[in-house]
């Protein structure tokens, strides 16, 4: 029944007090004598395990119990939680898209979680969790106690609900699991804690995306490193064929027909390459990660492919080579900026140049043409005509390894 069980009742002639124990002090209430015979006749109830029985009538709506939940999170108002808990309330009705443990979990209040918990609160019982700073994410999806309190990196309650037999591998309305909140935040200490319950570390969501993924989108080196050393697939695929090493370059962003947007975590590409991805697979458009990064403008991203032995003659489904990737890239980054409303898809111009001049010189056929018969030359002179008259002119690249400006 928990830890508010136990009622008695103290009386004198001209007043009386009610005892509330429960196990943690008692607290005492004075009573004026029209309630002594009403208390009176009640505690009996009180002193019997019958709180179970009570609360099956639903006497409280869960309104009703958030508002004594409120008055004990802001004033430390225990005894009525206590009572009503006892009495009966609606432990897993929905205020404002939360049960009552969630918003217990939001206000990050240890006592009130275990209070409701021992009052029945359902662990697996959804509510609603809002990402908005998450790739491929954002909105409002229905989720347990759990991914809430692994969202908030609550530590001693997510451990206490796992204590309490909550599910490690339950699943938000989106197939996100626990994990992967843990993964993308880069909470290490609750990694080790979600695993050590039963987590499965290579479980997708419903993008197919694994918590690797996440940790390598959000650039979490030390996660990533956690999570292969304890089993994470390096080149496990999505459903579009894209691996761990895409995500290091950039993610698509299903609300613009899948552009993608610019992660570029160099650190974290150097190490899924020695942990061995590899840099030359495919999605299932045919590009690698070289036209993903070249696209995007990741200059030192396509420097570090390069030496580590990306094919630099690669083509996809199209015929385009990684050339014609950062010339369309070049083209996006020029007709429309998305950054304003989803961060940036594309870096800027100058890196592409940048991105461009480097391929020339590793040898890139710059006369290679797509399924289209179209070379990146003639898509620059057809998007750049006043700057481009004829011929691709590029500008010398701000760094040490090109010493000198070349024409297509």
């Keep these: 029944m928990g830890s508010c069980t136990s009622v008695c009742l103290q009386t004198s002639p001209e007043t009386g007090t009610v005892v509330i124990r429960d196990g943690q002090g008692d607290q005492s209430e004075n009573v004026p004598p029209s309630a002594l015979l009403q208390m009176d006749l009640l505690l009996p109830l009180f002193e019997r395990p ?86 491929q994410r954002y ?17 001693e309650i997510v451990v206490f609900l796992l204590s309490r037999g909550a599910n490690v591998n339950a699943e938000m309305s989106n197939k996100f699991r626990p994990l992967h909140i843990a993964a993308a935040r880069g909470l290490k200490d609750l990694i080790q804690c979600l695993i050590s319950y039963g987590a499965v570390v290579n479980a997708k969501d419903r993008q197919g995306v694994a918590p690797l993924w996440d940790a390598v989108a959000h650039g979490q080196r030390d996660t990533t490193e956690l999570l292969l050393d304890r089993g994470a697939c390096v080149n496990e695929r999505q459903d579009n064929g894209r691996t761990p090493l895409f995500f290091a370059v950039g993610h698509r962003e299903p609300l613009f ?4 947007r610019v992660c570029d975590h160099l650190n974290v590409a150097e190490l899924l390459v020695s942990r061995g991805a590899d840099v030359n697979a495919k999605c299932n458009e045919g590009g690698a990660v070289l036209h993903e990064a ?4 990741a200059e030192d991203l396509v420097e570090f492919f390069l030496r580590a032995g990306a094919d630099v003659h690669a083509t996809n489904k199209c015929g385009d080579t990684a050339l014609h990737s950062a010339v369309l890239g070049a083209v996006l980054h020029r007709i429309a900026s998305l950054s304003d409303l989803f961060g940036p898809s594309v870096s800027d111009y100058a890196k592409k140049l940048c991105v461009v001049e480097m391929f020339v010189s590793y040898g890139i056929n710059v006369n290679a043409v797509n399924h289209n018969g179209v070379t990146a030359l003639a898509i620059a002179e057809r998007d750049f005509p006043e700057n481009l008259p004829g011929e691709l002119s590029l500008p010398v690249c701000p760094s040490s390894r090109m010493t000198s400006s070349r024409r297509l």
């Design 294 to 297: 070249a696209f995007v403008g």
């Design 257 to 260: 027909g899948g552009l993608p």
């Design 50 to 135: 019958v709180g179970g029985v009570i609360r099956s009538f639903g006497v409280m709506s869960a309104e009703t119990l958030r508002c004594y939940l409120d008055a004990f999170i802001e004033k430390g108002e225990r005894d009525d939680l206590c009572l009503l808990l006892f009495v009966g309330a609606d432990v897993d009705g929905l205020v404002d898209g939360m049960t009552a443990l969630q918003r217990a979990i939001a206000a990050q209040n240890m006592e009130a979680v275990r209070l409701l918990v021992d009052a029945g609160a359902g662990l697996e019982v959804e509510g609603r969790l809002w990402l908005k700073d998450w790739p």
């Design 139 to 155: 909105g409002a999806y229905r989720c347990s106690a759990l991914h809430l309190a692994c969202n908030l990196n609550q530590s």
